[in-house]
């Protein structure tokens, strides 16, 4: 076996509680189902799993290492990751305000941006969050197991492993949110779902820049 079955075990714990708690990813997705629907949904959550294999081949082939040991690489990119996040949040806010919550279906603004724009966010989304850089290469490589197999196979498995249990949980919440959407459909709610979304979107902003740029070297 490729893996050590102990230390996979206890990884995949790590990895689920890692995965469950809520995060700019979540939160994207949530939004794109419950304003576009499914297809929206399923749009952010492909996008995520992009991300996520672009930190999956950075953290096999090293490139994580390098942001790691550069604190100020890691720092530019939680700062870039910030101010994406501030710019997304401020798109919601501006839509509660202006009160452009209806399109021909009654959707929210996400709806008519299309789905390649919410795959585009997400994608951009999860790969400027130092969080998930720090998952894969300071936390994963501490589940690989000197000479059980290849590193480089070990890693590709365990991150493949965060990617699929990503994929089972983010899929239930578009389903979820799917379903939920058709009570949520109403101007007035969607304003108020994008009025709380760009508050949480510039407040998770807000916490990468006190934890990544502000935070000392």
Known sequence: MPLDPELYGTFLVVALAAILSPGPDTLLIIRAALSGGNGHGFAALIGVQIGLLGHLAAAVFGLSILLLAAPLALKGVALAGALYLCWLGYRNLRAAAKGDMAGESGLAPVAKVGA??????????????????????????????????????????????????????????????????????????????????????????????????????
Do not use: H, Y
Request: charged share 10%; with cysteine.
């Open 116 to 217: 390649g724009t919410v795959c585009r966010d997400a994608i951009l989304t999860n790969l400027l969050n130092p969080k998930v850089i720090l998952l894969f290469i300071a936390v994963m490589p501490g589940f690989v197991a000197p000479g059980q197999s290849s590193i480089p196979l070990q890693l590709a498995l365990l991150g493949a492993s965060i990617i699929l249990l990503n994929i089972i949980w983010q899929g239930a919440l578009v389903l979820v949110a799917g379903r939920a959407r058709r009570w949520l459909t109403r101007p007035g709610v969607q304003r108020g779902i994008a009025l709380a979304t760009g508050l949480v979107f510039i407040a998770f902003a807000g916490l990468m820049v006190t934890e990544f740029v502000a935070a000392p070297a």
